[in-house]
């Protein structure tokens, strides 16, 4: 064992070390939050705050051993301070310095050590940041970088505790300072001294004969001026025996300069009461002032260093993304507000497959930067509000903390996955990445204990269960993922059977309720599998939704009713019009108003033969590109219902004002119609409101002839249901 040697500069060294006044002092919130964010930043067990002293090592914070203090001669921190440089040992019981030391030798002895100086402004090495671990392990550049960074944080909060210290004697030396005593006659406004003691030379560097016979209010600062004159209103109020604090203000000295004071004084009266005159006592507090003002700064500082400092540990240093801390912080705070609401979320863990060959075959460096560029690529692809963080080596945690249904993360993961798999450059290298992806979703069943920590788990879980099957993600619940499975296959029959023109319409005419003509028919969108039979449009519908293929499927729909109305015109059926339901996510793209007018122009149907079926939250929402679309339609004859109105987001103001020409009673007000009283009451409340708008009504699900007859009665005049028809295909209606 290898003692360090003792620093030529030991006694300033030891003189600047006790300037600090730290040794053997209780425990300090600032530094203990340091030792433990250096334990949770680098993942290490030991974290220490040095100070080297004349015989030992005593630990201002500590995490992780049991003693405050060891003998010097013994101590790796000694070695730092001797030399000033940092010191790394990946592992002590190789290192002939130590092998044999018994902080080395001892149960759960050292073996890996990094420790940097604690150096002063004055450059002397009074102690050691450290840490530390009884595992060895490498050390690279960042972590070393990373150790000096919280250095310099701790050397700047030994600063801040010196100057607070410093500055806290000097004002118990100002406090007490030289009072100068005025004496004037109270003429409001002006104040003519006819007293001034003599040590003013001393503070303000005018001789008492200067003073005596001028307004003091010519010495007053413009600025503090007119406040002084009001608050001289409310001492001349003051009871008799008493005194007034005047807020302290500025009085020009003899050098022209301003000197802050603080001026108490009491009041002389005469027989009937009134003030007279007035005796002050004034002390200048003009390093006062400036402390406080200093303070104030280095307490703005401090608040700096500390966000440096939480930014510091909150962030991966790497990449710049937030790391595992923040994303467990983050994920805690999603959890409660998700208890609230009743909605879901969703905690994602990425890992890259053989990423280790990309390190091996290009270098290290190179691998950083395929991080940092993926790191980057996942913010581009995320939503606002998600959180992407690096978890460690090729790892990344993903956080989306709002679902409306837990298998909303499907179409999400699977973007993910494929822009992670897109060609990623580095300089002119092109890499292919292969990722693997953990879910776990929440609610969930089970405990709720430790549920922020149980939900990164199972993301784990499942991620390693994704690398173990070798697909592209894992829900950590069987059932999700058979769900997500199901869907995707879903989607992708739903594309082949539109690429293979397997779906088919069935009609369902709409009539008038008194004579049984026809008014219209609507087009239905229907989907026989040969595997599964037929599909229900409840199933295929939200999913063509959320794969984006509802625009081609939407599409197929308008162009196969257009022309089939066309064939209808041509053999002198009478239908009215042909109804087409329009989903929502296709009336957001702009341009979609061209594309119902293009389909009109390639069958040649009229424009005054279409109506088109939407929803109430398209109008509700009232988007600039659905009401300027509807416009331009019904300018042309294409007429608009609004489907299962009543259902939805009623706001019954946009029915003035926009393009609707029928309401549509949603069936679940007519399933028990007229019976039930109070879906009997929203029924005719919205045939009311329709008559008094001057708009269609039509009642949907009608089944019964009791249906039939009580709706007439009650004004509305057309409805569709299977009373009259079943949806079915247009040959049987030739």
């Not at 009266?269 to 002050?280: F, H, T």
């Not at 280095?298 to 991966?316: A, K, N, P």
């Not at 009543?646 to 949603?666: E, M």
């Amino acid at each position: 064992m290898r003692p360090a040697p003792i620093p030529e500069n030991e006694d300033e060294r030891l003189a600047a070390l006790h300037e600090y006044g730290l040794l053997d002092t209780p425990p300090e919130d600032a530094f203990e939050r340091i030792t433990t964010l250096l334990c949770n930043f680098f993942d290490l067990p030991i974290a220490t705050i040095t100070l080297v002293d004349n015989d030992r090592q005593w630990f201002k914070s500590y995490r992780g051993l049991d003693d405050c203090q060891t003998p010097r001669d013994i101590s790796f921190c000694g070695h730092v301070v001797a030399s000033g440089e940092p010191l790394i040992v990946e592992d002590a019981t190789a290192d002939e310095r130590f092998h044999d030391n018994p902080l080395v030798t001892s149960e759960r002895g050292i073996r890996f050590y990094a420790g940097v100086p604690l150096t002063t402004p004055s450059g002397y090495h009074i102690g050691v940041l450290s840490i530390q671990d009884p595992q060895a392990r490498k050390s690279d550049a960042i972590c070393l970088q990373s150790l000096q960074d919280f250095a310099a944080l701790v050397v700047d909060e030994l600063e801040l505790r010196l100057q607070s210290a410093k500055r806290q004697l000097e004002l118990r030396r100002f406090a007490g300072g030289p009072t100068v005593v005025f004496a004037w006659d109270q003429k409001s406004g002006e104040w003519p001294v006819r007293y001034v003691s003599p040590n003013v030379q001393r503070v303000l560097g005018y001789s008492p004969e200067q003073l005596i016979g001028r307004p003091f209010a010519e010495l007053v600062h413009p600025e503090d001026y007119p406040r002084l004159i009001r608050e001289d209103s409310r001492a001349l109020s003051v009871a008799v025996d008493s005194y007034f604090d005047y807020t302290p203000y500025r009085v020009k000295a003899a050098d022209s300069a301003y000197r802050w004071v603080q001026e108490t004084s009491v009041f002389e009266r005469n027989g009937r009461g009134d003030v007279v005159a007035g005796l002050g006592y004034i002390n200048d507090i003009t390093e006062r002032v400036e402390l406080e003002e200093q303070n104030r700064t280095d307490r703005s500082e401090l608040i700096y260093y500390r966000s440096q400092l939480e930014e510091l540990l909150h962030t991966d240093p790497l990449t710049e993304l937030p790391n595992r801390l923040l994303l467990h912080d983050r994920l805690a705070q999603a959890v409660e507000r998700r208890k609230r609401d009743k909605a879901a979320l969703a905690v994602l863990v990425l890992d890259l497959r053989d990423f280790r060959a990309i390190n091996d075959s290009l270098g290290k460096d190179f691998g950083d930067q395929v991080l940092i560029n993926l790191g980057r690529r996942l913010k581009q692809v995320l939503r606002v509000g998600d959180t992407v963080a690096r978890l460690g080596g090729d790892e990344f945690g993903i956080l989306l903390p709002w679902l409306g249904v837990a298998d909303d993360s499907v179409e999400l993961v699977e973007r993910l996955v494929n822009w992670v798999e897109e060609p990623l450059f580095v300089g002119d290298q092109e890499i292919c990445l292969v990722a693997r992806v953990g879910i776990s979703v929440y609610p969930t069943s089970g405990s709720e204990e430790n549920l922020v920590t149980r939900l990164l788990e199972q993301a784990d879980t499942a991620m390693h269960e994704a690398k173990r099957e070798g697909v592209r993600y894992r829900f950590f619940s069987a059932e999700l993922t058979d769900r997500a499975h199901e869907r995707l296959k879903l989607a992708a029959d739903l594309r082949r059977a539109l690429a293979n023109n397997r779906l088919l319409l069935h009609y369902q005419p709409q009539v008038d309720l008194k004579s049984g003509s026809w008014v219209g028919v609507e087009a239905l969108a229907r989907w026989f599998d040969p595997q599964q039979g037929w599909i229900s449009p409840a199933r295929f519908i939200p999913v063509a939704e959320r794969s984006g293929l509802i625009d081609r499927l939407g599409e197929w729909v308008l162009d196969t009713a257009c022309a089939q109305a066309v064939i209808w015109l041509q053999q002198g059926i009478d239908f009215g019009r042909i109804s087409v339901n329009v989903a929502a996510p296709q009336m957001a793209e702009e341009g979609w108003a061209e594309k119902v007018k293009e389909a009109l122009e390639r069958t040649g149907l009229p424009p005054h033969k279409l109506e088109l079926e939407i929803t109430e939250s398209l109008l509700v929402e009232r988007m600039d590109c659905v009401t300027k679309g509807l416009s331009e339609l019904r300018a042309l004859g294409v007429a608009v219902a609004v489907d299962d109105f009543g259902t939805g987001y009623s706001a019954l103001s946009y029915l003035k004002d926009l393009p609707v020409d029928k309401l549509k009673i949603d069936r679940s007000f007519i399933r028990d119609y007229p019976g039930d009283r109070h879906a009997a009451a929203i029924a005719r409340a919205i045939i009311a409101l329709g008559t008094g708008l001057g708009i269609r009504i039509i009642a949907e699900g009608v089944e019964t002839e009791m249906q039939r007859k009580a709706l007439l009665d009650a004004g509305c005049r057309q409805g569709q249901g299977f009373l009259f028809h079943v949806p079915e295909p247009a040959a049987s209606f030739g």
